[in-house]
C-alpha cells in the first residue's frame, strides 16, 4: 500500500496534487510520502513484536537525511556502508548505538571514525578486515562490537546483480570456516564479538530462500555458542521485495517475514536484527516527469521524458520494471496507444520500457514513475551534465523540498582549471 492515489481525476501523494510539485519545483523529481514510510516501518516493528529486536533501515536504499529523520523519530536505527552514510545517519539524529556497519570495504579512517562516534556493531566480511578492526580498536584502547557475515551458499532467486549469499558473492565468511574464525576473532585484542551476521540478497520475493539460510543461521549459533562464543544477537540481514508490477501477486508481507525468523531462530533467545530498505522506502516514492516530445519512429512511437537514466538507472542497469502512469487520469474508456518510454540521454539504455499502454499525452503532460523510492536518487548520476534530480517531502498537505536540484552555475563551479592551463 502507498499514499499515492488518484483524487479528483489528478495523481496526489498524500493530499498534494503532483502537478502542483511540477509547478513549484519542476520536473524530474522525486517524491516522497512520509506516510507511507511510516506505514511499512511499522509493519516491521509489528512483524517482530515477538522478541527484542531493532529494525534498521538500509541507508543505501535512500540516503536522504529527511528520510532518515523520519524514521529515526520512530524509532529506526540505520544500517550503513561508508563513512557518507554514517555522517547522514548521525545528521538524522541517529545516536550510534543504533547504527550497524556493514559492507566489505571498511577503511581504516572509517573504523576510527565510527569507533570515535559510536557504533552498535561492525558486520565483519572478511579476515583482513577483522585483523585491521583489532588493530584499530587496540590502538584507540576500546572494544569493537562484531558480528561476521557468514555466506550461507542460499540462492535468494533474485536477480544476479543483487544476489549476496551464494558461494560465488563477495560477501561474507563461507559458512563452512566460520568456527574457525569466530575463534581467531576471540582471540584478537580490541574485538568483542557479539553476534552473527547474514544477508542473502535483494528484492527476494520467496520466503523460502530466508527459511534455508536462517535455518543453517540457527545451526550455526548453537555450534559457536557450544564453542563458548557469547552469540546475544542475529542479524537477518534485509532483502524483503516489493511489488513493482501492479497487476502481479504481491510478494510476501513483513509479516510473513517476521513469522519465519521466529519459526528458525525464535527459540535461541537472541535480540533480532534486521534490514530492510526497499521493502520501506520503495513503494514510498516516486519519480515525477514531463512529457518534452512525441515522435513517431518506423513501427514504433516514443514518448521522450525529461527524466533520463541518470535520474533512475535501475532500468538500464537491471532491466528492472517501473510502472508508469499519468498524473492526469485518463477518462473511462480513453484511447490508449503503445509507446516505447525513453529519456534524452545519448545512450540506446536509456529506455525505461518498451511498449507501455498510455492514453493521449501532449508535450508538458505528466508521467510518473511508480515503486521510485529506493534505489532511485541514491544512485542517480550527472551524466551528460545533468544537475542531479532534486527530491521532495510530503506530509499531509503540506510538501518541502529536502534536495535542490543544483543550478547550472553550481555544477560547473565544482570543477577547476588548473593555473597551468
Known amino acids: 500500500m502507498d499514499h499515492f492515489n488518484y483524487k479528483d481525476g489528478i495523481l496526489h501523494a498524500e493530499d498534494v496534487p503532483l502537478t502542483r510539485i511540477a509547478e513549484a519545483v519542476g520536473t524530474p523529481v522525486y517524491v516522497y510520502s512520509t506516510a507511507t514510510l511510516t506505514r511499512h516501518f511499522k509493519l516491521f516493528q509489528q512483524a517482530l513484536d515477538w522478541t527484542q529486536h531493532l529494525v534498521c533501515f538500509a541507508v543505501k536504499a535512500n540516503s536522504n537525511i529527511a528520510v532518515l529523520k523520519v524514521l529515526a523519530d520512530l524509532g529506526a536505527g540505520m544500517d550503513i556502508v561508508s563513512a557518507g552514510e554514517y555522517a547522514r545517519a548521525k545528521a538524522a539524529g541517529v545516536p550510534g548505538e543504533r547504527i550497524v556497519f556493514s559492507g566489505v570495504g571498511k577503511t581504516g579512517d572509517e573504523m576510527r571514525m565510527v569507533l570515535e562516534g559510536g557504533i552498535r556493531q561492525f558486520n565483519v566480511e572478511s579476515e ?45 565468511i563461507p559458512i563452512a570456516r566460520a568456527r574457525e574464525v569466530y575463534a581467531r576473532a576471540a582471540r584478537l585484542p580490541g574485538i568483542q564479538v557479539v553476534g552473527v551476521d547474514m544477508h542473502i540478497g535483494s528484492q527476494l520475493t520467496d520466503l523460502d530462500p530466508f527459511r534455508q539460510a536462517y535455518a543453517k543461521m540457527a545451526d550455526l549459533t548453537r555450534a559457536l555458542r557450544d564453542d563458548g562464543h557469547d552469540i546475544r544477537r542475529l542479524d537477518m540481514g534485509g532483502g524483503l521485495g516489493i511489488p513493482y508490477r501492479r497487476d502481479n501477486n504481491a510478494p510476501p508481507l513483513p509479516i510473513e517475514f517476521g513469522q519465519v525468523v521466529r519459526e528458525t531462530v525464535g527459540d535461541l533467545g537472541c535480540e533480532i536484527e534486521i534490514e530492510p530498505g526497499r521493502n520501506i522506502a520503495g513503494n514510498a516514492g516516486i519519480l515525477l516527469s514531463s512529457v518534452i516530445y512525441l515522435k513517431e519512429g518506423e513501427g514504433r512511437d516514443f514518448l521522450i521524458l525529461d527524466a533520463a537514466m541518470n535520474d533512475l538507472v535501475r532500468p538500464a542497469m537491471y532491466g528492472a520494471h517501473h510502472d508508469i502512469v499519468p498524473v492526469i487520469e485518463p477518462s473511462v474508456g480513453a484511447a490508449v496507444s503503445a509507446f516505447d518510454v525513453v529519456g534524452p540521454v545519448c545512450e540506446t539504455g536509456d529506455t525505461f520500457d518498451k511498449g507501455v499502454q498510455l492514453s493521449a499525452l501532449a508535450p508538458g503532460g505528466l508521467v510518473a514513475f511508480r515503486s521510485a523510492g529506493a534505489y532511485g536518487a541514491v544512485m542517480a548520476s550527472e551524466y551528460n551534465s545533468r544537475p542531479l534530480v532534486p527530491e521532495v517531502l510530503v506530509q499531509g498537505d503540506q510538501f518541502a523540498v529536502i534536495r535542490a536540484r543544483p543550478s547550472l552555475e553550481e555544477m560547473l563551479a565544482r570543477d577547476s582549471i588548473p593555473e597551468w592551463l
Open 128 to 172: 583482513p578486515e577483522l585483523e585491521l578492526l583489532s588493530q584499530i580498536a587496540s590502538s584507540m584502547g576500546v572494544e569493537a562490537p562484531i558480528a561476521i557475515r557468514v555466506n550461507p551458499d542460499v540462492d535468494a532467486k533474485t536477480h544476479e546483480k543483487i544476489a549476496t549469499g551464494k558461494s560465488e558473492n563477495k560477501f561474507g
